[in-house]
């Protein structure tokens, strides 16, 4: 009888556990597919940045060094990798980008290109995208940190040496604003 | 405004189960009066009755339910004639992008199809059905007449709607009783009332008046939610706050989008007295919050974050005495704030106007320009560079002294920031007499012309069938008297809005309305006969 009660609760705990692990597996999954995300808009700014630069280059000649800031930031953060230092590259990279839109607004010339508009237009909405892929990203993150900490998940989470993920940013970036349309401001 | 992007589940409301419940009775009841007067009195009635009565309601209240919500976006997108944005057009492109932007927040979960309502209103509209399509749908004029970061501040504010799960119910209830009594309301106004001798219509009539009672369910603190949502996502409170309030002053699309769909819209199509008022039974009854509040409630959001923003940057206005020299961050008309700039560098931007919205960066209140004293000195001495002659009246939307200057002969009074014209009432009749004497109207007023003409006539003739022929949205003070302009069509065949005050006998026409209005006369563009 008492054998059977013992062997009653630990198949009850062997099945809690199992739960368990499978909510953390979903979880870390869940943050790994929204990083991908982030990879792909990456890439896609990463491959509209030299089409840009080619374009403008004739019209900007006084901005040169401008345009070298842009891509030498674009440069480091195709070479980056781990959250950590792939965040500190691309907001180099954003931030060098908004400077090169605040001055392109001084070229009435550059306004009236059909081209040149487009390519900005889906920048802008690239660079939006990955303010809202990273946003996803953190909470994710934040989700899956909180669900390995918590009790009792703690104790299955160390039993199977889950770590917790890295933020996409350091906290003080993490509030500045997620879209260009304020960055610009406050430097 | 607890959004979490994680996850977002549609939520399988209770409320649907109401509306459910509610189509039961009134099917229910429906078939009881129809069937009343052949049964030979009450003691007939047996529970077999009963059950026929009821398996007939439930089936008719099944396929009803199933016809009007399983499917509905596609029947909205069918009744506002809306199309997919076409990948080729620039600003339609732009859309396609920032619905694409909103995707990627629902982490790929939710697929939003997007589409143009080919209409100049200003309006926007998310519905989703239980197929589980969503749709975010916008008014061609709306696109055009709003910048990029005011279309992903309305846009977001739909997907908040869609992904809450407040937008499944509301469109469930709009396409459950609302086209069922825009239907009726139609075969009411042509019928003119007599329909009403027909007993059975009566009764499904009154019994769809319930419908009306469904708003009830929908509270307005969704609109408020979804704005605060809207300003998570895109950081730009003033963007939302600007797109509200270009659609107090223009027309939302009464008449155009049906009475079934004003639940879903952005803001009311209809501008009504109840809308805009507070109280328990305007709380109760209506469907949208006043906008004034809405965007009062926005702009409290920009100060606070313009104070956060100053704490994270070590700014030299801190360090500097702020009162010697004031800097100002100005919003460009692409909708960035920048800044800080001194005084001098602010009056070197090209489009800084009156109406640029100005904030000082000790932090306090953002401001149109005008009201700034020393930022109206910047517009009085660009008004002081040419040979021109100031008259003593100022524009009543800018705020600044209007120009005198010359046209078709006459003189007339021009604002140089917005383009907008004074004209002595008497001199209007002689301005058009004179028209094409110079030169001959343009393509482009032509054609603008002919659009706005069809515009106003499907509106006037809507506010003709609602009887109510008044103009709602804040009124332009006149500029020699500073009593509030009345709204008004130049005359009944030439639909035109201007503003006029009776007092001092003047009119004021808006940026390209006295053009148009001298083109539509030239050309003989007139209202079409049954409008008069």
Known sequence: MVGLIVLGVLAAVVIWMVMIYNGLIAA????????????VQLKRRHDLIPNLVATVKGAMEFEQDTLEKVISARAKAVGASGPHSRAEAENMLTQALGKLFAVM???????????????????????????FARQLYNDLVANFRTRIEVFPNNI????????????FEAEEAARATPSVNLSLKGK | MPITFIDIERRTNWRIAIFFMVLLCLYAAIGFILTFPSLNGLYQISPRFWLVLLTAALLAAGIHFWFAAYNTVDSVIRGLDARPPDPQDEVHRIFLNIIEELRVVTGGKQKIRCAVIPSLSLNALAAADLKGTALIAITEGLLSRLSRPQIEAVAAHEAHHILSGDCLETTVAASLFGTLSSALERIRTFSQNRIFSLPAFLLAW?????????????????????????????????????????????????????????????????????????????????????????INVLLGMARIRRADLERNTIPMSSSAPSSAKPSYYAMSPSQQWQGPLPLNELALLPWLTPLT?????????????????????????????????????????????????????????????????LVDSDKVPRIIARTGRDQPCSERITALARTVLKENQSRQLYRMRQNSGKANGPLLPCPKCNNPMRRQFYSMSHLI?????????????????????????HHRLTAERYIL
């Open chain 2, 206 to 294: 009154l019994l769809l008046q319930l419908g009306h009672l469904l708003n009830m369910f929908i509270s307005r603190e969704r609109e408020y939610r979804a704005d605060a949502a809207s300003v998570r996502m895109t950081r730009n409170p003033i963007a939302l706050a600007e797109a509200l309030h270009l659609l107090t002053r223009s027309w939302r699309g009464a008449g155009f989008i049906g009475s079934g769909y004003e639940m879903l819209c952005i803001v009311n199509p209809q501008a009504s007295n109840l809308d805009e008022s507070e109280g328990f039974w305007s709380d109760l009854f209506s469907t949208h919050p006043p906008i004034g509040k809405r």
């Open chain 2, 497 to 521: 809005e201007i503003d006029r005050c009776g007092y001092c006998g003047v009119t004021w026409f808006d940026q390209n309305e006295l053009q148009m209005l001298q083109c539509m006369i």
């Open chain 1, 105 to 131: 607004e001084n070229y009435p010339d550059l306004k009236s290109n059909k081209n040149i508009m487009q390519l900005q237009e889906e920048l802008t909405s690239t660079e939006n995208r990955i303010s």
């Open chain 1, 156 to 167: 299955v989470s160390s039993l199977f040496s889950f770590k917790p993920e890295e933020y």
């Open chain 1, 28 to 39: 870390r999954n869940d943050v790994q597919a929204s990083w991908k995300q982030i990879d």
């Open chain 2, 357 to 421: 919205w100005i904030s000082t960066s000790a932090g306090g209140d953002v401001l149109r320009a005008w009201k700034d004293p020393l930022i109206s000195l910047i517009f009085g001495q660009r008004l002081m560079e040419g040979e021109r002659t100031l008259s003593p009246y100022a524009c009543p939307s800018c705020r600044q002294p209007l120009i005198t200057a010359s046209y078709e002969g006459t003189i007339i009074q021009q604002c140089s920031f917005c383009a907008g014209t």
